[in-house]
Each structure stands twice: as structure tokens, then as C-alpha cells.
């Protein structure tokens, strides 16, 4: 008998034109480095008395379809999760190279649909409703570049034969943390030993009652954008916007030696003031919890762009 290894585990996805209802084509395979997208129902003790000391049958609670999608922070495939982020962009360019600009502050936001395959059990699981609630990555010196994606989903399908057809396959052009830079107001942000970027789009459940057990959907209010940089305490110049409350434009960017590049802006970023401790012999390191706001002349907290060989999203 065929087990299931994650070797062999495949993703699609592809956006919907209704939400919860899965298209019937259109899907593309995403590369992906695990998952743990998937429907869960819990069991809830049965409180009644009068029957003895063993307990009687327990009752289904509610369905919850939720779950984390990690992938490569790839130069094709991670417009499919911006725009599950941010809604769908402006693209600019009539050859290739595109550019796309994805903004915040969308009303609305697309939901998609998503199957996992395991091929050898076999067993293809198709999440429709989903909506992103949070991205996150890292920016450090080495290792693996990834990005993780939290969804909430209307619910869980599973068949014995996939539901997305034959999906699109993309290129993989995978950025690396060799191929990152962080600015501060257009200069260069020195002496930066990581940084994290989470953006969430704060979900409310619409948790309504339903014969099926389902949401009735998820929508975005307000958003927040968050992250840390760890500096190696060389001036003050972070220390004094931090004390005068100051906002700063500070710009995440990868560039690949191929011309495809990705720059995620952070329009106003507000800096705490941070505890410096002096831990050893070694250098002093400086932690800022930043929070980032909508700024008053851009008109909006974030923006960003991705430059590429696909057309449209």
C-alpha cells in the first residue's frame, strides 16, 4: 500500500470569481515548502448525567478550514500571494519586463481556491474560500528565503482525482537573502543584522449559522503592518527618530542578476524607543519593534512592486 510523502505533494491554485465556488479551470502549480492548510472539526464531551460513569457519545463541534502556507519568496509565484494580499494590481509595460504595483488599503480582497494533492494515497483536498490573513518573512544574512502565508478558508473538499486540471506551471526564479537590501528615506540602512516584515489583514470570521458548518466568509478590517530590525549600535540615528517620534520611508528589496526584483516600501515607519543593554564584550545589538501607519501624502501604508516576465495576475 502507497503512502504519502510530502516529496511528492503537489499545490494549486487560482483565484475565484465567487466566493467559496471553485473555478472550473485557470489554476497554476505553486512551489511551496510545507503546509498545514487543512479542515479540523473537534469532539465536545457530552455533560449529561444519569447515565453511569461512562460518558455517552460526544457531539461534532463546529468545522474550522484555516492554515499556513510556507513558499519561496519566488519572482512569478509571489504575485499570486500579493494579490491575495493587497488585491490586484497595476501592472505597467507592454513587454516583458512587467511591473506590478500592489497598494494597501483595499475594501475588498480576492479569495482563492487551493487544492493539495497527495497522489499516492490518493487523496486531492480543494480549500475554496480562502483569504489571506497575514504574510510574513524574515531578512537575515544567510540560509533559505521563504515567506509565510496565513489563510482562513471557507472549507475542505476531498476527492480521490484532482479538481484543477492541469495547473500552469511558472518558472522558478527564487530569491535569496544574498540578493537583499534595506533603506532608510532612499540611503542605504547600515549596520541591520535581520529584520522581519509581517503584514496582517486582521480578518473577521462572519461565523453565522449553517447547515454545512461554514463561514460565510472572512473579511479584512483593519490592517496592520509590523516587524523588528536588529541593528548593531553604531550612531543614533534610529534612537532619535525613535525619542521624537518621527516617521521614516524604509524600503525591503531583492534584485536578481537576471533584472526581476521585488521592493516592498514601508511609507511611514514609527520607530519605540528602545532598551540598550550592554550584555558582554561583544558588540551592542538594538532591537526596534517598528509599526508602520498610513501616510497622509502617499495616501497609503504600503506599497509593492514586483518586476517580472508575467503579464497579468
Not at 208 to 231: H, K, N, Q, Y
Request: aromatic letters at 8%; glycine letters at 10%.
Amino acid at each position: 500500500m502507497a503512502r504519502a510523502q510530502g516529496a511528492r505533494a503537489l499545490m494549486a491554485l487560482a483565484f475565484e470569481t465567487t466566493y467559496g465556488t471553485p473555478p472550473a479551470s485557470g489554476f497554476t502549480r505553486m512551489p511551496f515548502a510545507s503546509t498545514s492548510l487543512g479542515a479540523e472539526q473537534p469532539l465536545l464531551n457530552s455533560e449529561l448525567l444519569g447515565y453511569g460513569r461512562d460518558p455517552l457519545a460526544p457531539i461534532k463541534d463546529a468545522v474550522t478550514a484555516d492554515g499556513d502556507v510556507v513558499m519561496p519568496l519566488d519572482a512569478e509565484a509571489l504575485g499570486f500571494w500579493l494579490k491575495a494580499a493587497f488585491g490586484a494590481p497595476t501592472t505597467t509595460g507592454v513587454e516583458a519586463p512587467y511591473s506590478h504595483e500592489f497598494q494597501s488599503g483595499a475594501w475588498t480582497l480576492p479569495s482563492l481556491s487551493i487544492e493539495t494533492g497527495m497522489p499516492e494515497v490518493p487523496r486531492y483536498a480543494m480549500y475554496s474560500g480562502c483569504v489571506l490573513d497575514q504574510i510574513t518573512w524574515q531578512m537575515q544574512r544567510s540560509g533559505l528565503l521563504t515567506a509565510t502565508a496565513r489563510l482562513v478558508a471557507q472549507g475542505e473538499t476531498v476527492g480521490t482525482t484532482t479538481s484543477a486540471g492541469t495547473p500552469a506551471a511558472l518558472e522558478l526564479k527564487r530569491f535569496g537573502h544574498f540578493n537583499g537590501a534595506i533603506t532608510r528615506n532612499g540611503s542605504a540602512l547600515g549596520n541591520v543584522v535581520s529584520a522581519e516584515i509581517t503584514y496582517a489583514n486582521n480578518l473577521d470570521r462572519i461565523e453565522t449559522i449553517r447547515s454545512d458548518g461554514r463561514i460565510d466568509g472572512a473579511d479584512p478590517s483593519i490592517a496592520a503592518l509590523t516587524g523588528r530590525i536588529e541593528v548593531r549600535f553604531a550612531d543614533q540615528t534610529l534612537v532619535t527618530q525613535a525619542i521624537n517620534g518621527e516617521a521614516c520611508e524604509m524600503e525591503f528589496a531583492y534584485v536578481l542578476p537576471s533584472g526581476e526584483s521585488f521592493t516592498f516600501t514601508v511609507h511611514a515607519v514609527y520607530l519605540p524607543r528602545p532598551r540598550i543593554e550592554i550584555s558582554g564584550p561583544q558588540g551592542v545589538q538594538v532591537t526596534f519593534d517598528w509599526q508602520a501607519a498610513r501616510d497622509s501624502v502617499v495616501g497609503r501604508m504600503c506599497t509593492a512592486t514586483l518586476v517580472n516576465d508575467v503579464e497579468t495576475y
